[in-house]
């Protein structure tokens, strides 16, 4: 079968790796170069931590008290779109405390499907991508923190990540004594693990073309040709590609992408930032998320620290902003006193976008209106850490088999 993969972030790769596994043949399509997409600069999390989706009930009221302060973590950009405002209703309508709840098990469930490719990945000699389990830190400062934390280990252990635990200061200090930490205490998910991305992407890349993948990049794909209820043909701006299957995994662009072929999916771009320090002067032992900073931590590759946050609902054509990485190293300082990291450069600051689904749950599944289109997008925040369980599910689907969980709550037809 001829399948063609469109996307070259984690997303995309994993998917092709499970489909030339099965014996298709993979073309895969991406307009960039597929060097410095959002799967490179992220904080390399695999973390089944991270069931409560970013569609939350006060994330809408707070969101509102931040859209004019461009460095607080979570900032809309404001602007009159139709597709954006259509993306607010569905967002506000999904964060309810209902629908949170009804996110945590599948979420939970493809972490920990992803989690488990990740491991099998690591014992093939192809890859070396720095994983480790130490487990990952959310850091409170505040007694509301110290509140949500009680509730989210509580949430943990009923959803059977029972190596959940709450830290206290001296608890927390202890972990991380080569450095001050300016807290209340911390919630130690022992379940998660982190790798380092841009060693994780060059080293698919690399063994997919030994694998007889086909990269067809810097190739902006403009349309397409259908028969019979499927799409048997990709147009790029370049040439044309014969297809039996399909699979959409353009990452933030996958909304403009399926208007292309008359499917619409409620999605906008949330763009991220990071800072990678080399052989940093300073230490920690495990990744972190800073709950009042809305910013991350992570050891990365033996002498790195990435330093990555903030939530930026704008278009992709929006210039970056330096106050984005003003506010993230802020936060850092605040919870990390002895880290005086100075704003850097531009070209030393990473930046991509995020897919932002309406109701915080990736879209992964068939389409109604093409018998042949597999979605794989809208994953937020959690690219990476979904990324090699969503490629397994995408094959799955591809090939007609049983499926690896349930996917009904990922449905990209969920809100035709």
């Known amino acids: 079968m001829k399948v063609v993969v469109l996307g070259g972030g984690i997303i995309g790769l994993s998917s092709a790796y499970y489909l030339r596994e099965s014996g298709h043949d993979v073309t895969l399509i991406d307009k960039t170069d597929i060097s410095t997409n959002c799967s490179y600069g992220n904080a390399g999390y695999v973390c089944p931590s991270h069931f409560i989706p970013l569609a939350t009930p006060g994330i809408v009221k707070q969101g509102l008290k931040w859209m004019w302060d461009s460095r607080s973590p979570f900032y809309v950009q404001p602007r009159f779109d139709l597709s954006l405002i259509d993306w607010g209703l569905k967002f506000m309508k999904a964060a309810t405390a209902e629908k949170v709840a009804q996110a945590a098990i599948p979420l939970r469930d493809i972490a920990i499907l992803s989690k488990k490719y990740y ?62 930490l300016n807290a209340k205490g911390a919630i130690h998910f022992k379940c998660d693990a982190h790798l380092y991305p841009n060693k994780l992407m060059q080293q698919m890349i690399s063994h997919l073309k030994q694998a007889g993948v086909v990269f067809k990049t810097n190739e902006e794909v403009i349309g397409f040709e259908n028969l019979h209820g499927n799409i048997t043909k990709v147009k790029t701006d370049q040439s044309i590609y014969d297809a039996d299957t399909v699979v959409i995994a353009t990452g933030s662009w996958s909304r403009e992408l399926a208007a292309k072929m008359q499917v619409k999916i409620p999605l906008v771009a949330g763009r991220g930032y990071s800072v990678t320090l080399e052989n940093s002067k300073y230490t920690i ?41 003003e506010g993230l190293l802020a936060a850092v300082k605040r919870f990390y006193p002895e880290f005086d990291v100075p704003i850097p450069s531009f070209d030393n600051i990473w930046y991509g976008f995020r897919p932002c689904s309406a109701d915080g749950l990736p879209y992964i599944g068939r389409t109604n209106r093409w018998k042949n289109v597999v979605m794989a997008t809208g994953h937020s925040m959690l690219g990476l850490s979904l990324g090699a369980g969503t490629g397994k599910l995408v094959n799955e689907i591809v090939n007609e088999e049983s499926l690896s969980m349930d996917l009904t709550p990922f449905d990209p037809n969920r809100f035709s």
């Open 119 to 180: 491991e099998e990945w690591t014992q093939l000699p192809q890859f070396n991508f720095a994983y480790e389990q130490k487990g990952l830190l959310e850091i409170f400062q505040t007694d509301i923190g110290a509140a949500h934390a009680e509730h989210t280990v509580h949430k943990a252990h009923e959803l059977g990540l029972s190596d959940t635990v709450l830290l206290s200061y001296d608890q927390l200090q202890a972990l991380e004594p080569q450095t001050k």
């Open 285 to 325: 032992n495990h990744p972190s998320v800073l709950i009042e900073g809305r910013a991350a931590l992570t050891p990365m590759d033996g002498n790195k620290i990435r330093f990555g946050g903030t939530m930026e609902i704008t278009s992709t054509n929006t210039p970056p902003r330096i106050e984005r990485v």
